[in-house]
């Protein structure tokens, strides 16, 4: 069987929250979801599999009809967000009117969360729920030997005669180890890039699946809530084959890099020990970490770390579930920078309970912790999560406005965000002012331009805050 692989081309993203703003601008990245199946599928089978990032290549539809004439795939494969569903939706159709013979899968967080939306999609023929390694390897066999799908635990699809069907969720790999390394060779792997980075090849990584705390604005549950992870030997030995690559650079995508104290310990001395020329960025929260830990992430290479802070406002974080302090922000953000390690922290203004003056008082937080650099976004209900049941059991959201999208997508879209005390236009004019009385200070402009690395960095930023302290109210409204 001949697969294809796609990462959609991103032209109509759906905006749920003023995040992107900065993201945008901050680099491109491998397709991490797409190079771990088919490293899988190589590994287990002979299938031909090749990898369409259409995001890094600039990969328009036309160009993804080229591609398919000239691969002449039997399944196409394509990740699938709410946010970039309408694009997603676009290359299906496209490749079912050059081939209606062409199988068309989904796979991602969006068909996890709304399946029976998803596959009635005319041009979709299948979804795979969940972890995908298995369940799409057993569908790519079954229609090769035109078997029985029934077996294949995860999958939805239609039958001939257009009926649904489906099977019970496949179960989460316990051992993280057995899967084989992301395929970077499959994808244009040096043209990845961040504007944070210090201009040698980059790429990404994941060393644990899954995420044990009960954050109610946080939405991942296609990796369930159990930490899977992965063992010291296989995080380094990873490293090893990357830097074999010529890779130097590496941005650790889990949840939570240091919920596991000594495994974090004995992956930094496995470094150390071998003299791994490397730096990486970590996400991690500030009740994981203590000046041992983050000695040994620095001395292994760590350069960043990002903290989701969210509040500065003790009652709002428990409002949120996030089972921290300010006062543990503080220490673990001053403890951080002592150590020369960049933090990045994250901020969300418009929270459950939250009032303007919380606001304030989170905007006066995030200048006295005083990191590197801050990321201001406005809280938004995302689906699946328990904020947005929230809202709707609240009445603050006057319908399922993501069910509705799922069954009927469409580019005037309008995200929801958390309006109990503010008005959306009063959460942009607080968003801006955030961003202003952080990144407008003279001493801290100066102090980046001093520590700015590359150009890309430096323009990056400065197109990133362009983009936001020129929204207008008339903007917002459709954000």
């Known amino acids: 069987m001949r697969v294809l692989l796609v990462a959609p081309p991103i032209m109509n993203p759906i905006r749920a929250d003023m995040s992107d703003y900065f993201e945008k ?3 491109v990245y491998p397709p991490l979801g797409l190079m771990y199946l088919a490293a899988y599928l190589k590994q287990n089978s002979s299938h031909q599999v090749e990898i369409l990032d259409c995001p890094d290549e600039k990969i328009t539809p036309e160009e993804i009809e080229n591609k398919v004439r000239g691969f002449q795939p039997d399944l196409v494969g394509i990740t699938t967000l709410t946010f970039t569903l309408l694009d997603v939706l676009v290359v299906a159709q496209r490749i079912k009117s050059l081939d209606p013979n062409i199988h068309i899968c989904l796979g991602g967080s969006h068909p996890f969360l709304f399946p029976q939306e998803t596959i009635s999609v005319p041009f979709v023929d299948s979804l795979v729920l969940g972890e995908g390694e298995n369940t799409f390897l057993g569908l790519i066999d079954c229609l090769g030997k035109k078997s029985d799908w029934k077996e294949i635990k995860g999958l939805v699809w239609k039958d001939k005669s257009g009926e649904v069907n489906n099977t019970d969720m496949a179960d989460l790999n316990p051992d993280p180890d057995s899967f084989p390394f992301p395929d970077r060779r499959a994808t244009p792997y040096k043209r990845y890039f961040s504007v944070m980075s210090k201009g040698s090849l ?4 994941i060393t644990s699946r899954g995420c044990p705390y009960s954050c109610i604005f946080c939405g991942r549950p296609h990796l369930g809530k159990k930490f899977r992870a992965r063992s010291p030997q296989n995080v380094v ?9 010529g890779i130097k650079e590496f941005m650790i995508f889990d949840d939570i890099f240091t919920l596991d104290r000594q495994r974090v310990l004995a992956i930094c001395n496995l470094i150390i020990e071998q003299g791994l020329n490397i730096s990486y960025a970590i996400r991690s929260r500030v009740d994981t970490v203590d000046k041992y830990v983050l000695e040994a992430l620095k001395k292994s290479g760590c350069q960043r770390i990002s903290y989701g802070i969210e509040s500065g406002n003790d009652n709002i974080l428990k409002n949120l579930k996030k089972g921290i302090t ?3 922000a503080l220490e673990a953000v001053k403890m951080t920078r002592d150590l020369g390690i960049t933090v990045l922290a994250d901020f969300m203004l418009g929270s459950p309970g939250e009032k303007r003056d919380h606001i304030l008082e989170t905007i006066d937080f995030a200048l006295a912790l005083n990191p590197d650099f801050a990321q201001f976004t406005i809280t938004t209900p995302f689906p699946g999560t328990e904020l947005y049941e929230k809202g709707l059991g ?21 995200t929801p965000v958390w309006e109990e005390n503010l008005s959306r236009e009063e959460l ?17 402009i100066f102090k980046r331009l001093y520590k700015t690395t590359s150009l890309k960095e430096l323009t990056g930023a400065i197109k990133a805050g362009k983009k936001v302290f020129s929204l207008s109210r008339e903007k917002v409204k459709n954000l």
Do not use: V
């Not at 004019?429 to 407008?440: I, P, V």
């Open 25 to 27: 601008e901050s680099g």
């Open 202 to 205: 980059m790429t990404t990584m």
């Open 237 to 245: 030995a990873e490293l090893r084959e990357c830097l074999g690559l």
């Open 326 to 328: 300010k006062k543990q």
């Open 394 to 414: 609240l009445g603050l959201l006057k319908e399922d406005y993501w069910q509705k999208f799922a069954q009927d997508p469409s580019p005037n879209f309008i």
């Open 428 to 444: 942009l004019e607080l968003f801006q002012l955030a961003h202003k009385r952080f990144y407008l200070r003279p001493r801290y």
